[in-house]
C-alpha cells in the first residue's frame, strides 16, 4: 500500500531571524522604554510634529467628502429656513402695515372724538353724536345725511357742529336719518359775529367753492382778513360763541357802497365722520305746543288760546321753513 502523505516541512535554510515571539517581546520592550523615556525627556516632541505635519494633506483629504456633505445639508437647511423666515416675516409685515394703517386711522378718530367731546361739554343744550352717511348728490346744493332721525328725537332746526365749528342745520328728519344742510349752501343763513370786535352779520352760503358771503356791509366796515367769525346766538339755534368761518378774503370798491366779504368755514365736514346734533329746547317747546293746542282745538272745535309764556320760534330760521315744508 503507498504510504500516507507526510506534511510539507520548510526547509531549514529559509528559517531566519528570531521567532515571532521573541519579535514580539522585543518590540513591545522597546515601544514601552522609548515611551517612557519620551515622557521624561520629551525628545520625541518634534518628531511627533513633524510627522502630524507630513500627514495633514492626507487627513484633509480623507475628510473632505464628509466636509463636503456636511456642508451642503448646513447650507441647504440655512437656505429652506432663510426663505421660510423671509415668506413669514413677508406676511407679518403686510398684517402689521395693514394694522398700522388702522391704527393711525383709529388715532385721528380719537383724537376727533375727543374734540367733539370737548364741544359738547362746552355746549350749552344737549347734544348727540351722529354719524355722516353719504353727502348729497345734488351737485347744486350743499347736503349731508346723518344716521340720526326722528325715532332719535331728533327734530328739524337742530344745529349741527363738529369739534372744530358750525356745520349746518337739520331741515328735512326722517325715521332713521336726518338732511342737514351745510352752511355753505345758498339757501341757509348764520348770524354771526365778529369775534375781535363783537361786530354783528348775517352769513350766507355761496353754494360754490365753500365759502361764505358777508354781504350788505359798508366798505368802511371793521372787519379784516383774518379775522374769526362766531355764531351770535340772537337767532336762538346755534349757540353763541361756536367758530363758524374765517375771513379770507375783503374787497372794497369805492364805486360800490358795499364791500365784498368772503369766508372759509372752519368746520371739517369734509375731514370726519362724525358730528353733533345740539337739542334746542326753544323750539322743542314751540313744537310742542303747537301740537297740543292743535289736538285741545280738534276736540272741542274752538280755537286754541296763546300761550304766553311759549318761546316763539326765531323768525327766518331755517328751523321755521322745515316746519313750513309739506
Do not use: C, W
Not at 531571524?17 to 518634534?46: M, N
Not at 494633506?57 to 467628502?65: E, G, I, K, R
Not at 374765517?246 to 362724525?274: C, L, W
Amino acid at each position: 500500500m503507498p504510504r500516507a502523505l507526510e506534511p510539507q516541512q520548510t526547509p531549514a535554510f529559509f528559517v531566519r531571524g528570531p521567532s515571532p515571539l521573541a519579535r514580539l517581546v522585543f518590540f513591545s520592550a522597546l515601544s514601552l522604554a522609548l515611551i517612557a523615556t519620551d515622557s521624561r525627556l520629551h525628545y520625541l516632541t518634534e518628531v511627533r510634529q513633524g510627522f502630524i505635519a507630513l500627514l495633514h494633506p492626507l487627513q484633509v483629504v480623507a475628510n473632505a467628502p464628509f466636509n463636503l456633505y456636511h456642508a451642503s445639508a448646513e447650507y441647504l437647511t440655512a437656505h429652506n429656513t432663510l426663505v421660510e423666515t423671509n415668506r413669514k416675516l413677508s406676511e407679518q409685515a403686510l398684517h402689521d402695515g395693514a394694522k398700522l394703517q388702522r391704527l393711525n386711522e383709529l388715532e385721528v378718530e380719537n383724537e376727533h372724538l375727543r374734540s367733539l367731546l370737548g364741544a359738547s361739554q362746552i355746549i350749552a343744550q344737549p347734544a348727540r353724536l351722529g354719524e355722516i352717511l353719504y353727502m348729497g348728490r345734488d351737485p347744486f346744493t350743499q347736503k349731508m345725511m346723518v344716521n340720526l332721525g326722528t325715532r332719535q328725537n331728533i327734530k328739524p332746526g337742530q344745529a349741527v357742529v363738529d369739534g372744530d365749528g358750525v356745520i349746518g342745520q337739520v331741515t328735512r328728519v326722517y325715521p332713521f336719518s336726518s338732511e342737514v344742510t351745510l352752511i355753505t349752501d345758498k339757501e341757509l343763513s348764520i348770524p354771526i359775529q365778529v369775534e375781535r370786535n363783537g361786530l354783528r352779520a348775517i352769513a350766507f352760503g355761496a353754494g360754490v367753492d365753500n365759502v361764505l358771503d358777508l354781504p350788505y356791509l359798508p366798505v368802511n366796515v371793521d372787519i379784516q382778513t383774518g379775522d374769526r367769525l362766531i355764531t351770535s346766538g340772537i337767532d336762538g339755534v346755534y349757540p353763541v360763541g361756536l367758530a363758524v368761518a374765517e375771513v379770507t378774503n375783503i374787497e372794497r370798491n369805492p364805486d360800490s357802497p358795499f364791500a365784498q366779504i368772503t369766508s372759509k368755514p372752519v368746520a371739517g365736514v369734509k375731514n370726519h365722520r362724525q358730528v353733533l346734533l345740539i337739542s334746542i329746547p326753544e323750539i322743542e317747546s314751540a313744537l310742542g305746543t303747537v301740537i297740543n293746542n292743535t289736538d285741545s282745538s280738534a276736540k272741542t272745535g274752538k280755537p286754541a288760546e296763546k300761550n304766553s309764556t311759549t318761546t316763539p320760534i326765531p323768525a327766518g330760521s331755517a328751523s321755521q321753513n322745515a316746519i313750513r315744508q309739506p
